[in-house]
Nanobody, 116 residues
């Protein structure tokens, strides 16, 4: 199983970025998925989750600014990030949590840097 995250980069405060996570080697459509982030010197934290049928959940810090979505046809998870703030600077990881007998997997991370 591979989760390949992409789309990170440098953005100005108030700007937008869209992250993608391409999944292979797993039955993507049945799996809940999530995005996490880890800022320098901090613990990894949950950003957003989406169930296999599209129900979403967000950390309070990103509600109203970030949108998680998925394309089961493309085996891809997305995170649209708008109104970015410097405190959004972190390495962002996509995650496929444990479900039934299926193991948990993490993507390799993509760096998002927001300048003020």
């Amino acid at each position: 199983v591979q989760l390949q995250a992409s789309g990170g980069g440098l953005a100005q405060a108030g700007g937008s970025l869209r992250l993608s996570c391409a999944a292979s080697g797993t039955i993507f459509s049945i799996r809940p998925m999530g995005w996490y982030r880890q800022a320098p010197g901090k613990q990894r934290e949950l950003v957003a989750t989406i169930t296999s049928y599209g129900s979403t959940n967000y950390a309070d810090s990103v509600k109203g600014r970030f949108t998680i979505s998925r394309s089961n046809a493309k085996n891809t998870l997305y995170l649209q990030m708008n109104s970015l703030k410097p405190e959004d600077t972190a390495v962002y990881y996509c995650n496929a949590p444990v479900i039934g007998a299926l193991k948990e997997y993490w993507g390799q991370g993509t760096l998002v840097t927001v300048s003020s």
